[in-house]
Each structure stands twice: as structure tokens, then as C-alpha cells.
């Protein structure tokens, strides 16, 4: 069981930042795709931003532009660095690691972490 622990989430108004990050064990993590995904109480949970192995970022639509995802492989972490941040960005976002590595688990993602909230004010 891969372990993925999030953090960084927090209170920001409405045009700040904030950097989320998430350290991953239990597994080779450089040859893995990693995402994020956020969710609201009674919403389905939603793509965010991915990063393949080989760092190829995909971003939803809502979030291009403002949002950058990236990785430091020498520290087991992805981090989501989330910039002109808007009420609607409002979510608990959770990070995931890829079923299998290289090109092959992107898409299929694997364990989940428990999330951190973030929070922006109006």
C-alpha cells in the first residue's frame, strides 16, 4: 500500500496562493504519474492537474494558467503551486500515484491520501 500524505492547505483570500504538497512512500516513486483532484461535500471528485513520469503536465480547463504542477523525485513529493486562487477552487484536494509505472498507469491511479482543505474567501 503506497502511503501519500498531503499538506499546505489553507485560508487564503480570494487572488492568493498557496502550495500543496505531498510526499509519497512504498513505492519507486520517479517512475510513476502523479495527480491531484478536489472534492466539495456532495460533488464528485475532480481531475485537477496530472504530471507523467517524465514531467508532461495536464491541467483541467478551470484551472490552466493558474495552477503548476510539479515534482521533486530526490524528495519523493509532488507539489500543486495554485496562484489566483477564486472561491469556486474551494475543495479538499487529495494527490494520487499511478497503478503501475511509466506510461502504462497513467490514468489508473492508485492510492489516495487524505486530502487537505483549502479554503478561499470571497
Known amino acids: 500500500q503506497v502511503q501519500l500524505v498531503e499538506s499546505g492547505g489553507g485560508l487564503v483570500q480570494a487572488g492568493g496562493s498557496l502550495r500543496l504538497s505531498c510526499a509519497a512512500s512504498g513505492r519507486t516513486f520517479r517512475l510513476y504519474a502523479m495527480a491531484w483532484f478536489r472534492q466539495t461535500p456532495g460533488k464528485e471528485r475532480e481531475f485537477v492537474a496530472a504530471l507523467t513520469w517524465t514531467s508532461s503536465p495536464t491541467y483541467a480547463d478551470s484551472v490552466k494558467g493558474r495552477y503548476t504542477i510539479s515534482r521533486d523525485n530526490a524528495k519523493n513529493t509532488v507539489y500543486l503551486q495554485m496562484n489566483s486562487l477564486k472561491p469556486e477552487d474551494t475543495a479538499v484536494y487529495y494527490c494520487?500515484?499511478?497503478?503501475?509505472?511509466?506510461?502504462?498507469?497513467?490514468?489508473?491511479?492508485?492510492?489516495w491520501g487524505q486530502g487537505t482543505q483549502v479554503t478561499v474567501s470571497s
Open positions: 494520487t500515484i499511478a497503478s503501475s509505472p511509466f506510461d502504462s498507469g497513467y490514468g489508473s491511479w492508485g492510492s
